[in-house]
């Protein structure tokens, strides 16, 4: 059984920054790519990042590029998503989730994965 526990949300100001984390309980942790989705009260599930077996690539939402960062530490299972200059847009649930995945392959944008977390919150006050 796969679990994912996510954790690091809060609540910052507009402009703040938070990191998360996505600890994976799972004994081939680098046999699966990464994403990260986020989901706003009222608005379906949405795509905000995903990473590669190894780290070596990454994919992001056009909402998020070049303010959020995906990062993994393959030895700590945990995958991490660095969120900088946070606008209340950003408010959501994020979620991490796992998929199998061929070495060098991003995981895809739909919500396609094997497994979820129970999701962490983040909330960022204007």
């Known amino acids: 059984q796969v679990q994912l526990v996510e954790s690091g949300g809060g609540l910052v100001q507009a402009g703040g920054s938070l990191r998360l984390s996505c600890a994976a309980s799972?004994?081939?942790?680098?046999?699966?790519?990464m994403g990260w989705f986020r989901q706003a009260p009222g608005k379906e599930r949405e795509f905000v990042g995903a990473i590669s077996r190894s780290g070596d690539r990454q994919d992001y939402a056009d909402s998020v590029k070049g303010r959020f960062t995906n990062s993994r530490d393959n030895g700590k299972k945990t995958v991490y998503l660095r969120m900088n200059s946070l606008q209340p847009e950003d408010t959501a649930v994020y979620y991490c989730?796992?998929?199998?995945?061929?070495?060098?392959?991003?995981?895809?944008?739909?919500?396609?994965?094997?497994?979820w977390g129970q999701g962490t919150q983040v909330t960022v006050s204007s």
């Open positions: 989730a796992a998929s199998q995945a061929l070495r060098g392959v991003v995981p895809g944008r739909s919500p396609n994965y094997n497994y």
């Open positions: 799972v004994p081939s942790f680098s046999s699966y790519g």
